[in-house]
Structures are given as structure tokens and as C-alpha cells.
């Protein structure tokens, strides 16, 4: 579990170095911390086996940052990151984060007016006191003012692709921590609710669920707030507790008997619209719904409550997957059995973006494609950079064509069908950032914008339409182009993109990254009354990376999207039906 806190800490130093204006150390503490944050094994058992040797082997970690690392490890603390802190504005990390205040700008604020942290920052923006400083003016001032609600509106509630790793992690220490007290108690029905288990893009806080008779509760109870996680209690009961992990997220447990656990399941998944409208439901049918069961109203007598499905059906209703329960009409469907069947992650049969060493990916093609064919995957579309993307090491014609050198001689040692694409830039005009005789090698052309966001909304719909119009374009990457607490959608007008999309038999990215989650249950729902199609990508950096999927997939259900919604669920065989000119 300290694989999050040491990312936690390298980000912290790479924001602190970059105030200082260091060059590169800043990008080698993220890239470490990045891998060590999808690590997907425990930091603390790699050097407990290998030792410093093991630490150096994990990409991006080199000798000093594994020297830190163990020290970490060992003492709890870095001595050298103790004395940057030391000489650092205590809120600088946080500064950083806000959109447009880089490490110059911040540096002419503390010393001219002695901001350092975000609080003096506000102070200072509500008394107008930063438009009559040089290099700043109003324009800035209220641009300064709108990134600081942006990030405090997205740092109030934590992103899914936060919370469910943690949520995980969590419940897995709960249930060893349980077994390995005294008592033993083996928890064997403990999973999380909420808006969590809804999988919304967003997490106001972790709620998790275990079931335990009730002479068991508190010794749950005693686990939970001994966890090493936990840095506050808020709240401990024989029901109820409530605590604060040591990176500020607030978790809530509740331990309820096995009569009642399906009750409970259903009640604290929510939403809270869905429990009020189902609540109704069961009282026009002569009953009673709680947290608790199911009861028959005249009696008073338990009728359902183990389970979720004997209380849905008990009600007449299908079963509701959880992320339908937002009240979007999903419990008129279930009374007419008429739900959609929704998106599987056993259905998915490919993943249309991915990146590698070529562009700024952290694997090398043979790597990724290894991995994609031990996932299972019938086909993969390789989509490095293209040109113009020069921070991301987007690919020159020389480069792209020996990387289809190397895909036609890998193609042959895989079971896997490799597609030759390219993530390409739609530039301001819409045109898209190679010329034709590429675009037309290119098996899948996956298209984004990946600058000059600040367009005029009729500029920017406009470079979007145009490009969708463009007969070489097969998909429109991230569409919306928010990033979560950084930037919002485009200004554009979404319905126009939409209708050009569906005219030009376009298909809609839903890309998986945590910070993207582009498109979202809401734009996925209004486009789908387009009669468009998606697919759901992990837009991965790196081998972990198409793990990702899981979150795109949370994003399509809740979207109500169907396998047939989704083409990266058709067989390879199916592929030239969506896109045209593949095997042209
Ligand atoms: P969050 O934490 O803001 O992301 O959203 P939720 O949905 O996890 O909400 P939370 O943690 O306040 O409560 C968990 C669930 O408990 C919620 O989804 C539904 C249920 N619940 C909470 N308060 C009420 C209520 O006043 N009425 C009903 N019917 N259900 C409630
Ligand atoms: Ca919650
Ligand atoms: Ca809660």
C-alpha cells in the first residue's frame, strides 16, 4: 500500500523542483512516480525480495530515486525531500495545480505580494490586488479566479480511477486484517456501494458494505479503525464506522447481518433518487422498503432482504445493474423488462488506442503487443502521435513507416491482428496532420484535438466538423476534450458534432484514461439518440496502461450502451462494416 504514498510524494517534488525552475528532474520524479502508482505489485514486497536491485528495475526508477525509495521504506521519510519542503512556500504543490500559474509567475507573486498558498492566492484575487502587477493585469486576474473554482470544484469529490484502487485495496486489508486476528472472522460477503459501485466519474466519499452476524460486528469494527491506512476516526458502532485515510479520503463501513445484507446493498448503492423512486414502487405494490428488508405492510413481515435480486424481483422488477440505478428512467424499464443488456468486459475483443516507445509510450511495440494478446484481444490498433505533437515525440513520416516496417514482421510471430494508425492531430484549420498518402496506409485513424483549445465556439465546431468530414478519419478520440479539475469540454456545439459524426459514419471515442473518462455517461447518452456508434479505448502509455478499460467500460453501462453500441466488441471480421476503408 505505499506504492500511492510514494507517488504521492514524488509528484509533491517534481511540483517543488519545478518552482525552483530545475529542468528535467521535475519529469523524471512524475515518470517514476506514474509507474510506481500503476505498479500493479507492492513497492515493499519488490525490495523486500530483491532489494535495491529490484527497485532499479521498475521503469522510469533509476539509481537515486531507488536510493530514495528505500529510504522511504525504511525510515518512513526522505532526508533530502525533508529540506526541499523546508525551502519550499508550504502551499506550492498546491499552487502548481492550479491551471496557468506556472513556477515564473508564482515565484513574481510570493515575492511582490507574498503569496504562498492557495488561501492567500484568493485573498489577494478577491482585493484586485494582482491586475496591478506587472505581467499579471485583470484579464489574468479573472482567468486566475475561474482555474481556482475549477480545481476546488474537482478536488471536493475524487476521481473513480482514484477511489476504486483505493476502495480495493482497502477491503483486501480489511478482510486479511480480519483473518489474522484473534478472532478470525472471515469476511466473505464485503464489497463497496455507493456511488462507487454506480462506477460515476466522480466519488464524494468510499462506502463499503461487509456482512457479519451480529456478535461479530464490533470485531470488525476493531479491524477497520486499526487499519494502518486510517489517520482519523470519525465515527466507530456496531453498525457504523467512519474514518479518514492519511491521504484524505473519507471511508464509511457498515457491517449488517446476512438477513439483511442484500437490503443493505441495494439501499447504500443509491443513488439516493433511485432508493426514493423504488421506495414509492414498493409501497403502491403493498409493501415496505429499508435498508433492512423488504416487508409485507399490513404484517410487517420479511418478505426479501438477502439479496438484491429477491428484492427486485419481489418488486416486479428485472434486475437493475448498478450503474443504470440514477433514476433515468431505468425502473420503468426494468417493470417492463425491457433494459438494455448491457456492455461486458468479457465482450471486448480489441482496443483502438494505444501507444508505445515510438511516441511517448512507456513500452515498446513487441511489449504492448505481447501484453494486448495475453489480455485475450483478437486485434489492437497501434495509434502513436503524429507529427505536430512534438511534446509527446509524434511521429515524422520516416518514423511512422518503420514502425509499419516492424508491425508487418511482428504480425507474423502474432496471433494478434495489429492495425497500422495513428492518433492524429486535428489542427486548427480541421485538417488532419498528415497528408493523404499516409492517411490512406493507415488501417485506423483515430482523430484529436490536442491544442488550441481556447477556440471561439462556432471556430472550434467548425475544426471539428471538418475533420469528421474528412473521409480518412475513423474515430474522434477524447470528443468532449475536458480533463478533470484542468480544463472543461471544448466550447463547441456538441449536438452539430454529433449530427456531422453520425452523417459520416463516425465513431465515438469513449477513451478510459482516469483523467479523461471523454466520453462521459452524459454525452454517451445524448449521442447515442444520434444513432452513433463508440468504442471504448484505454488510450494506454503503457502496459498497465490497458487495464484501463474497466473504466471506459463503467462509462458505456452507464451510458446504457449495448454490445452491438460498441465495435470494439465485433469480431476482426466485423471491423470493415465500421470502417470502410480497412482492408482497402
Ligand atoms: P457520493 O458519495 O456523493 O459520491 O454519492 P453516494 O451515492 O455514494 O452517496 P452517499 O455516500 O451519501 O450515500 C450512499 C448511498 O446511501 C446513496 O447512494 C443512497 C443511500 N442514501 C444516502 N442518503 C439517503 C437518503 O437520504 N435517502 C435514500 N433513499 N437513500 C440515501
Ligand atoms: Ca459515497
Ligand atoms: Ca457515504
Not at 484502487?165 to 472471515?186: F, G, H, M, R, Y
Not at 479539475?485 to 452523417?503: D, H, I, L, M, N
Not at 484514461?513 to 456508434?533: H, M, V, W, Y
Amino acid at each position: 500500500m505505499k506504492n500511492r504514498e510514494i507517488a504521492e510524494l514524488f509528484y509533491e517534488i517534481a511540483d517543488i523542483l519545478e518552482y525552483q525552475q530545475v529542468e528535467w528532474k521535475p519529469r523524471a520524479y512524475r515518470k517514476a512516480a506514474q509507474m510506481i502508482e500503476n505498479l500493479g505489485e507492492d513497492i515493499e514486497n519488490i525490495y523486500a525480495r530483491e532489494g535495491k536491485t529490484g527497485l532499479t528495475k521498475i521503469p522510469g526508477v533509476g539509481e537515486s530515486i531507488a536510493d530514495h525509495i528505500a529510504e522511504y521504506l525504511e525510515t518512513g521519510r526522505v532526508e533530502k525531500f525533508e529540506k526541499l519542503k523546508g525551502k519550499a512556500p508550504s502551499g506550492t504543490a498546491e499552487l502548481m495545480e492550479i491551471r496557468g500559474l506556472g513556477a515564473k509567475k508564482m515565484k513574481k507573486l510570493a515575492d511582490t505580494l507574498g503569496i504562498r498558498t492557495l488561501s492567500d492566492l484568493k485573498n489577494a484575487i478577491a482585493a484586485h490586488r494582482l491586475r496591478r502587477l506587472d505581467g499579471f493585469g485583470e484579464k489574468s486576474e479573472k482567468n486566475l479566479a475561474k482555474a481556482i473554482e475549477q480545481y476546488e470544484k474537482s478536488h471536493a469529490r475524487i476521481a473513480l480511477g482514484k477511489a476504486l484502487p483505493l476502495a480495493e485495496e482497502v477491503i483486501s486489508a480489511l478482510k486479511s486484517q480480519c483473518k489474522n486476528t484473534t478472532s478470525k472472522v472471515d469476511l466473505s460477503k464485503i464489497i463497496y456501494t455507493g456511488s462507487l459501485r454506480r462506477l460515476k466519474e466522480t466519488i464524494g466519499d468510499i462506502d463499503i458494505l461487509a456482512e457479519a452476524e451480529k456478535a461479530e460486528a464490533l470485531k470488525v469494527m476493531d479491524c477497520f479503525v486499526s487499519l494502518q491506512d486510517v489517520d482519523q476516526v470519525i465515527l466507530k458502532g456496531n453498525t457504523k464506522s467512519s474514518v479518514i485515510l492519511r491521504e484524505g479520503t473519507a471511508i464509511d463501513l457498515r457491517v449488517v447481518p446476512p438477513e439483511s445484507y442484500g437490503a443493505a446493498l441495494q439501499y447504500f448503492t443509491g443513488s439516493k433518487e433511485h432508493n426514493i423512486e423504488l421506495r414509492n414502487t414498493a409501497i403502491k405494490n403493498g409493501y415496505k422498503l429499508s435498508e433492512y428488508g423488504l416487508y409485507l405492510k399490513e404484517s410487517g413481515k420479511q418478505i426479501a432482504g438477502r439479496s438484491e435480486e429477491e428484492i427486485y424481483e419481489k418488486l416486479g422488477l428485472a434486475y437493475i445493474p448498478p450503474e443504470l440505478r440514477e433514476n433515468r428512467g431505468e425502473i420503468k424499464a426494468a417493470a417492463k423488462n425491457a433494459l438494455p443488456k448491457l456492455v461486458e468486459a468479457g465482450d471486448i475483443k480489441g482496443d483502438f488506442h494505444i501507444h508505445t516507445s515510438y511516441s511517448e509510450g512507456k513500452n515498446s511495440l513487441k511489449t504492448m503487443i505481447e501484453k494486448a494478446e495475453a489480455l485475450g484481444y483478437e486485434y489492437i490498433a497501434i495509434t502513436d502521435h503524429s507529427r505536430s505533437q512534438k511534446v509527446a515525440n509524434g511521429l515524422e513520416i520516416e518514423k511512422l513507416k518503420a514502425q509499419w516496417e516492424e508491425i508487418d514482421k511482428l504480425s507474423k510471430r502474432f496471433r494478434i491482428k495489429i492495425l497500422k494508425g495513428s492518433e492524429v492531430d486535428i489542427l486548427r484549420d480541421g485538417s488532419l496532420d498528415y497528408p493523404d498518402e499516409i492517411l490512406k496506409e493507415l488501417d485506423i485513424v483515430v482523430g484529436g484535438v490536442h491544442s488550441g483549445f481556447a477556440l471561439p465556439e462556432r471556430k472550434m465546431t467548425e475544426r471539428i466538423v471538418t475533420a469528421l468530414e474528412n473521409r480518412y478519419l475513423d474515430i474522434l478520440a477524447h470528443p468532449s476534450g475536458r480533463l478533470f479539475g484542468k480544463r472543461e469540454p471544448y466550447s463547441a456545439s456538441f449536438e452539430k458534432v454529433f449530427e456531422v459524426a453520425a452523417t459520416n459514419g463516425k465513431v465515438l471515442e469513449i477513451n478510459s484514461q482516469p483523467s479523461r473518462l471523454d466520453l462521459n455517461d452524459e454525452f454517451i447518452l445524448r449521442a447515442k439518440t444520434f444513432g452513433l456508434k463508440f468504442c471504448i479505448s484505454t488510450d494506454s502509455h503503457s502496459t498497465t496502461g490497458l487495464g484501463l478499460m474497466r473504466y471506459g467500460l463503467g462509462q458505456a453501462r452507464r451510458g446504457w450502451l449495448e454490445k452491438e453500441d460498441v465495435v470494439n466488441t465485433y469480431p476482426y471480421s466485423r471491423l470493415n462494416e465500421i470502417f470502410k476503408k480497412h482492408n482497402r
